[in-house]
């Protein structure tokens, strides 16, 4: 059980929030080619080591944040 | 005290485990191993045992040196499998608990208990574990003096933590330092989350055996539980012992045996000198004999010769035998690292101690004492001492002061702490030795529990095997209800020994929670039966059960499906109510349906953004229905949107979306177009919402609420409702003149006995499905699954071309989704006009036999009462009106011919309903408001007592702000308050007085309470006076108004879950 530490209400259990996958995935901006809305829409990066994702605080505050995350410790930090 | 072992009637002592009981009661054959059946005595004396597994009551498995007897106990042996006795009744009641601390102490032994006091001295919040009924660990099984006096004196005079948990085994240790501890509780077990900042680990030793012939007979047992039968429960664990000391704990057992009058017969000892006279030093046990029964009579003792790499002797012809009956092992011992190794930190042969300690910590973890060898008393209670302190300051935030934490050099520590005067000798370092080929044809045992012999492991190796991750799966050494506690060490050992390997070389398996087994009862806790998922009401959901509706699940709703007359079938029902609605007047609780208040100057063009329509053009008033894509194109939710003003829409969701579509809005709002000037606020369970449907609806609007009587298609307004502010909504997913009604909550009852007394009939959830199906309305969830366009379900219209973007619209350019050929909404007419087509039927072509390509499914399939006969809607891919398919389920095939997916009323003629007859006379009813929990009050009232007091705080006006501060209330979020109490509300507040309902918590007990269900600390340092949080399977908003009184303010849906959950807590209390 992950502890999360909301920017807003602190630390809680990973019980409380929503994954929001990979964090810093920018919307295509303009006119864009099929590979790469198929890009934004479907990939994304899976790295053994820290990873930059998004946490939803949907049982408490309900704000979108993003941590870093070593996916193989689990080690959290804030960024 | 009396209990029966396999009906046999037998007599304790108070504070016997059940296996103590058994040895005072003479009775060595407990069991029979799993396998080979052969006879199994007790081998252990904690929850290492292999051997004296039990079924106990409606427990089918414990293992009896963890049982604590009591008066009429009963219990059965097993064959190594537990049985579940279907019959047995299980009264007890089995709970949950959520703690945080500084400093988390696991295990309440010598280095346990100086590290909990050592924490608690720095200022730390300390919770203590132990397996145990009291405090001790291993003092309590041993005659070790401290400072001259007997050691559990010193236990007695320690200053401990308040929170103290005896006979709670730590099970998992998970992410983040989250510890899950299983309490032993008369009532029944509680699982214990444990969140804490630092972790001590001081879980102890476990002795090891050896593999030597003969080593499973009864009165084969471990010499430290030889010697704790004998100190601690006053039970000598047969008359004349051998005991093999590969380790020097077998001296110190060997003494306390004899002190308890057990004629020591030979001590033997691999090394090449024993530490007493007498000893048969360089001789180990090469055989054991047994009577008839299987019990030990006697040991082989020989020279032996070493054989093998390491650690292996063989028996020689001279060896002697020695009659006995009880064969003490001391094989040496295993730091129990279990915990260690499940927090992901890395462990390391020692090959001194000749055992796995930890070595590299994953977490905020230290081990301490005998779990990383430091087995001295003296040694380990220094070491705790030292954890302990560091752990506090770690956790406190200080920089630890490391010659300070090192009392073991100092008679003292820096802060006045003694650690105390012990009597014993420092140990010598253990024999080498894992196994010892025999002189007779009996196995030598690595896996007690597995029946896994030497021989196994040979083969398994012969294989050419030479993991232990293989070995274990293989032979399945170590998989047995102890996980392989007493036989790990012994695998490792003798693997190293046939492989030609450094134990440390071919390394453990891993270790995995749970430590002890843990029964589902203990892990479902209270979430079992009625308790097991929310179940979320409506206002009227009283009335609808009094009724007699029969209902389904909608996500976690519970709906009426149809409203049965006179015991009718949902066959007969259900065409009753269609001809309601399609003829005269029906109502339907359509509470459930999500509701989203947004407000901004920018609701319009978020909205356009979300929505594959265009919503900012709409008119103040008027209603619209739009879908909503993923960012894949895919359908992801429908309902209407209404104008309520310049900036105030009102979102409707789905039923099973509502939580969804607003978690989405957050997301689009907060991540990527934080510049929009829009919030959201649930109000679904503020309003609840009655559909009034059918050409003569009109003559029960005219009584409830004559305000909106000219309502034209697609509007809505503010009306007065029965005396009661309400809204009004224009809206139908039949086809038919429809007004859905909306009062708060509390009057949603009074509304509802008002319809139906002025003549609509009640439908459910059935009925509004064929009444949408003929118009082809599509059901999210029901025709999409996730791979379905607006396009797909033939409703291009809704896609705006104009727009710049709104989500997903690239996707629906992608050659995927724009390719000709993919599947379509269509409608089906099945050949023979009475038959149902199932549900997800598949659409083969025509009459082809054999293989045949799939052409699409059916989504939903009804007997259609307007159309008397029955239709069906499917996704299909490369059909046109007029073809003939086949339906195919299983060996059921239907006939089918495609038609156009409207079957009724396709030019909506019926909408606009018939005129108003006569003037209707006002409503003679009583309108009544009802808070959510009103049910409830005589059982709130019923349960409270001076410990906790329980009551709702019904009808209290609250608000929703967002913005600036109001100066007032309960913040919830960034820009995000709830106010509450009779004040007047500043314009922009959104009215919630229905969302949620107060239950208020009091008395000395309500923390109690509490901390069954809530997972968030509520120390006082730590708990901020309010949050929103989880308690049981529900949010809510937790305020602590002062130290012994707390509301929860929770959704009124929630509300009957909650109390029903807090009415248990408190019953379980």
């Known amino acids: ?79 | 005290m009396r209990f029966t072992f396999d009906g046999r009637e037998l007599r304790g002592e108070p504070g016997d485990t059940l296996a103590a009981a058994l040895l005072r009661n003479g009775v060595r054959v407990v069991g029979r191993s799993v396998e080979l059946g052969r006879p199994r005595g007790i081998f252990a004396a904690g929850a290492d045992e292999p051997n004296a597994l039990v079924r106990v009551g409606a427990d089918p498995m414990l293992a009896a040196t963890t049982v604590e007897l009591y008066d009429g106990l009963e219990a059965w042996s097993l064959r190594g499998k537990g049985r579940l006795d279907l019959d047995a009744v299980d009264e007890r009641r089995y709970d949950k608990g959520y703690l945080h601390c500084d400093v988390l102490v696991v295990g309440g032994g010598p280095a346990g208990l100086a590290a909990a006091v050592a924490a608690g001295r720095a200022g730390a919040r300390v919770i203590l574990v132990d397996e145990q009924p009291r405090l001790g660990g291993d003092l309590l099984n041993s005659r070790v003096l401290l400072d001259g006096a007997p050691a559990l004196d010193w236990v007695d005079g320690l200053d401990l933590p308040s929170r103290v948990l005896t006979r709670t085994t730590a099970v998992g240790y998970y992410d983040h330092n989250y510890v899950v501890a299983v309490e032993r509780r008369e009532r029944g077990e509680r699982l214990w989350h444990l969140r804490a900042r630092r972790v001590v680990l001081a879980t102890g030793a476990h002795e090891r055996s050896l593999a030597f012939p003969g080593n499973d007979r009864p009165g084969v047992m471990l010499a430290s539980a030889a010697r704790a039968y004998a100190n601690r429960y006053g039970v000598p664990p047969g008359r004349r012992a051998v005991v093999l000391a590969c380790a020097d704990s077998g001296y110190e057992a060997a003494r306390d045996l004899e002190a308890a009058g057990v004629d020591v017969a030979a001590i033997v000892d691999p090394r090449q000198e024993g530490l007493v006279p007498g000893t048969l030093a360089g001789q180990v046990v090469t055989g054991t004999t047994a009577d008839a029964e299987g019990v030990l009579t006697g040991v082989y003792v020989g020279g032996g010769h070493s054989v093998g790499h390491s650690g292996g002797y063989g028996g020689g012809r001279g060896d002697q035998y020695i009659e006995a009956d009880l064969l003490a092992v001391a094989g040496g011992w295993n730091p129990v690292v279990h915990l260690f190794s499940q927090s992901q930190g890395r462990v390391r042969f020692d090959d001194d101690l000749q055992a796995f300690v930890p070595d590299v910590s994953a977490q905020a973890e230290r081990s301490a004492g005998a779990c990383r060898g430091r087995y001295g008393t003296r040694e380990a209670i220094a070491d705790g001492y030292a954890a302990g302190t560091e752990a506090a300051a770690l956790a406190l935030g200080r920089t630890p002061d490391h010659e300070a934490t090192a009392p073991e050099t100092a008679p003292a520590t820096a802060d006045g702490w003694r650690v105390p005067e012990c009597d014993e000798r420092a140990p010598r370092a253990p024999a080498v030795l894992w196994q010892v080929e025999g002189r007779s044809g009996e196995p030598a045992f690595a896996d007690l529990h597995r029946d896994v012999t030497v021989e196994d492991l040979a083969r398994a190796a012969g294989t050419g095997m030479r993991s232990v991750e293989h070995v274990k799966r293989y032979t399945t050494a170590g998989t047995g209800a102890d996980q392989g506690k007493t036989s790990g060490a012994v695998v490792v050992g003798v693997m190293s020994a046939l492989l030609g390997a450094a134990p440390g070389q071919v390394g453990t398996t891993t270790f995995r929670p749970p430590y002890t087994p843990v029964s589902f009862a203990t892990l479902a806790g209270r979430d079992r039966g009625a308790l097991s998922d929310p179940v979320r009401t409506t206002a009227m959901h009283d009335v609808h059960v009094a009724r007699g509706a029969v209902f389904e699940n909608v996500g976690q709703w519970k709906r009426p499906r149809y409203f049965p007359v006179d015991g009718e079938p949902m066959e007969a029902a259900v065409p009753r109510e269609c001809r309601a609605a399609r003829t005269a007047v029906a109502a339907m609780d359509a509470s459930t349906l999500g509701k989203i208040d947004l407000r901004g100057a920018d609701a319009g063009e978020f909205l356009d953004r979300i929505y594959t329509n265009t919503f900012s053009t709409l008119a103040v008033g008027a209603c619209r229905y739009g879908v909503m894509c993923r960012a894949d194109g895919m359908v992801f939710d429908d309902g209407t949107t209404t104008r309520l003003a310049e900036d105030h829409f009102l979102m409707t969701t789905t039923t099973g979306n509502a939580a969804a579509v607003l978690d989405w809005l957050e997301e689009w709002r907060q991540t990527e177009w934080p510049e929009l000037d829009v919030s959201f606020t649930s109000v679904t369970d503020h309003w609840a919402t009655v559909a009034v449907v059918g050409p003569r609806a009109r003559q029960v609007i005219a009584v409830v609420a004559p305000d909106a009587l000219g309502l034209a298609f697609m509007r809505y307004t503010e009306a007065d409702v029965l005396g009661v502010p309400g809204r009004v909504f224009r809206i139908s997913f039949s086809g038919e003149l429809a007004y859905e009604v909306n009062v708060p909550w509390a009057y949603g009852r009074a509304l509802w006995e008002a319809v139906l007394d002025l003549g609509a009939v009640p439908y459910g959830t059935e009925t509004m499905h064929v009444l949408r199906a003929e118009k082809g309305f599509a059901i999210v969830g029901q025709e999409t699954d996730g791979t379905v366009t607006p396009q797909d379900l033939g409703m291009a219209w809704i896609v705006s071309p104009r727009k710049p973007d709104f989500v997903g619209k690239r996707s629906h350019a992608r050659p995927d989704t724009a390719r000709p050929g993919r599947k379509r909404l269509v409608g089906l007419l099945p050949d023979d006009p009475a038959a149902l087509v199932e549900e997800g039927a598949q659409l083969v072509a025509g009459l082809r036999e054999g293989v045949v390509p799939m052409l699409g499914h059916v989504t939903s399939s009804y007997a259609g009462a307007a159309l008397g006969r029955t239709f069906a809607l499917a996704l299909a891919k490369g059909v046109a009106p007029g073809d003939r398919l086949r339906a195919v389920s299983g060996a059921v095939v239907h006939g089918v011919t495609v038609v156009d997916p409207v079957f009724y009323d396709k030019d909506n003629a019926r909408r606009d309903g018939d005129p108003l007859e006569g003037s209707p006379a006002p409503y003679a009813g009583e309108v009544r408001a009802e808070s959510p929990a009103a049910a409830c009050a005589a059982r709130f009232a019923a349960a409270s007592g001076p410990a906790v007091r329980l009551r709702e705080v019904a009808f209290e006006p609250m608000w929703e702000v967002r913005g600036a501060d109001p100066g007032a209330g309960l913040r919830l979020g960034p820009s995000w308050w709830l106010v509450s109490g009779n004040i007047t509300p500043q314009p922009g507040w959104v009215d919630v007085s229905g969302q949620r309902t107060i239950l208020e918590l009091a008395g000395p007990a309500a923390e109690d309470v509490l901390i069954t269900g809530c997972p968030i600390d509520l120390h006082p340092s730590a708990f901020p006076g309010h949050a929103q949080t989880l308690l049981g399977k529900t949010s809510v908003i937790l305020e602590r108004r002062d130290p012994e009184t707390c509301r929860l303010y929770v959704r009124s849906s929630f509300a009957r879950y909650l109390a029903e959950w807090l009415l248990d807590a408190l019953d379980a209390l």
């Open chain 1, 1 to 79: 059980m992950l502890l999360i530490e909301c920017p807003h209400c602190g630390p809680r259990d990973e019980t409380e929030f929503h994954y929001g996958g990979q964090a810093g995935v920018a919307y295509p901006a303009g006119e864009v080619s099929d590979e790469e809305w198929a890009a934004y829409v479907f990939l994304r990066d899976n790295p053994k080591g820290w990873f930059r994702e998004r946490w939803f605080h949907v049982h408490g505050c309900r704000t979108w944040f993003a941590v870093e995350r070593h996916t193989v410790t689990h080690e959290i930090r804030t960024s």
